[in-house]
Each structure stands twice: as C-alpha cells, then as structure tokens.
C-alpha cells in the first residue's frame, strides 16, 4: 500500500511539473505577428527605382526586377546593367546612391496602401504582439523607419520587438527570439514576408508564414522556383490584409 501510494505521489508531482512547465513556457494567450519591412509592408521598389532615377540609372519595371536574382536586382537587366554597373563602382559612389536612398525613405517612401489601417488595428488590439524584424539597409535603419512610419502616424516604439540584421544574416533566430522573450507559443505567432528566405525563416522559427507576392518576388517565382505553398501567398497588400485579420478574427478599421 506505501509502494501504490508513493506511485501515485510521483505520477501526480510530475502532472504538476509538466503543468508548471507548460505554464512557464506560455504563460499567456497572447498572439504575435512579426513582419519584414522592405517589399511586405514598405513600398521598397519605388524608393530604389526614384533613388536610381536620381543618379541617371534605371532598374526596370517591377516585373523583371522580382524575376531577377538577389544581387543582380541592383543591376538591371541587359538594357540598364552597363550603366548601373558602372554608376554602382566605387566606394564614393556606393556611398551617394545610399544616402538618396535613406533621405528619399525618411521624406518621401510609402507604406503600402491598406496597411496603415492594418497596423493601427494589430497595434489597438490587446491581445496581439506586433514586432519588425528588417534587413533595411539604410543609414542608421531605426532612425529611417521611425521617421517613414512617423510620417504615416504609425509610432515605432508601440512595436513590442523591432530588431534591424546584416544582409548575409539569417531571420530565423532573430523570429525565434521574439517569441521566446514574448513567451508566446509557436501555434500562435505569425511571421510576414515577400521572399523565399521570409518563408524558409517562418517555418524554421516554428511560426505560419504569411507570404507576400509584389515585393521583391513574384508568385511564379515563389511557387515555380521555390515550392511556397500558393495557399500562404497573397497578391496584394489588400489581399494580405484581409487574410491576417481574418486569420487573427480581427475586423478592418471602417
């Protein structure tokens, strides 16, 4: 009878360790959205193709530029890439197509249409976390998106993790640290994106992905070259919008 009781004490402590921990690791409901800056919620393409123009260079229509790969994006296509190259070489020239391209993001760089209204409902919403996780390449890329998203009365410090990574640096820890520091569990986070890497960092970081097709890549590309899902892919910032508020039983501003 001691034997069947001590049992049945160790069954019932380690219920209550498994229940402490699952308590610990999700110690709230909340749910967590985290997007990508440049080409998901950022008009990207119009801020390098003004910034181009700005310096007599051409980037080509959107089309060709999401077909193209990662660096030759800043090349142009057969048409452009003589003079771009050319116009790109150089240290000093680097350096003045970079600081058209952050003044032009500070004064001039829009937010895709529809999407203030989705940040101001994610943001009111008191259940839901909201954080940026961006690649921006601006000069100091905070003070550049403070003042983007100042200018669209959207304030950066109601964000609940912003975090801004070296080119070359994988998003998938930067999404699991928000979740983990967050206390938020995987089944109810939400990360957003417009490349392939967006998609890969979402699943690695155990997170459903929300993936974008008029940024930097298009959904021939993401489907045909990369197998995303077209179930996670939306076509518009309109279509996006719809999809997360619906997915986080949220309703549009009216």
């Known amino acids: 009878q001691i034997c069947d009781t001590f049992h049945r004490f160790v069954i019932a402590l380690s219920q209550a360790r498994c229940k402490l921990a699952a308590m610990t690791l999700y110690a709230n409901r909340e749910r967590l959205v985290i997007f990508d800056a440049d080409g998901t919620i950022i008009d990207a393409f119009n801020a390098i193709e003004q910034t181009f123009l700005t310096h ?11 077909k193209r790969r990662k660096l030759l994006k800043y090349l142009g296509g057969l048409r452009e890439f003589p003079t771009n190259l050319r116009r ?4 000093q020239n680097r350096k003045r197509l970079l600081a058209t391209l952050t003044e032009f993001y500070r004064n001039e760089a829009s937010l895709y249409p529809g999407i203030v209204s989705l940040l101001r409902v994610l943001l009111a919403a008191p259940d ?3 954080g940026l996780v961006t690649r921006n390449v601006t000069v100091e890329p ?16 109601d964000f609940d993790y ?6 070359r640096e ?7 640290r928000a979740r983990e520091r967050l206390a938020i569990n995987p089944a109810r986070a939400y990360a957003c994106g417009d490349e392939y890497s967006d998609y890969m960092a979402a699943i690695g970081a155990g997170m459903y992905p929300f993936v974008v097709a008029y940024g930097f890549e298009d959904s021939e590309r993401l489907i045909g ?8 892919i939306s076509t518009s ?11 986080l039983d949220l309703t549009a501003e009216a």
């Open 128 to 130: 839901i976390r909201v």
């Open 56 to 66: 007599g260079m051409a980037i080509g229509d959107l089309e060709r530029f999401q």
């Open 237 to 247: 910032p309109e279509e996006f919008s719809r999809r997360l508020l619906h997915a």
């Open 162 to 167: 912003f975090a801004c990574i070296p080119l």
């Open 88 to 91: 790109q070489f150089g240290k």
């Open 142 to 157: 905070e003070v550049t998106l403070t003042c983007l998203f100042q200018r669209h009365g959207i304030d950066l410090g």
């Open 225 to 232: 070259d990369f197998g995303v899902p077209r179930e996670v």
């Open 170 to 176: 994988e998003k998938t820890g930067q999404l699991k």
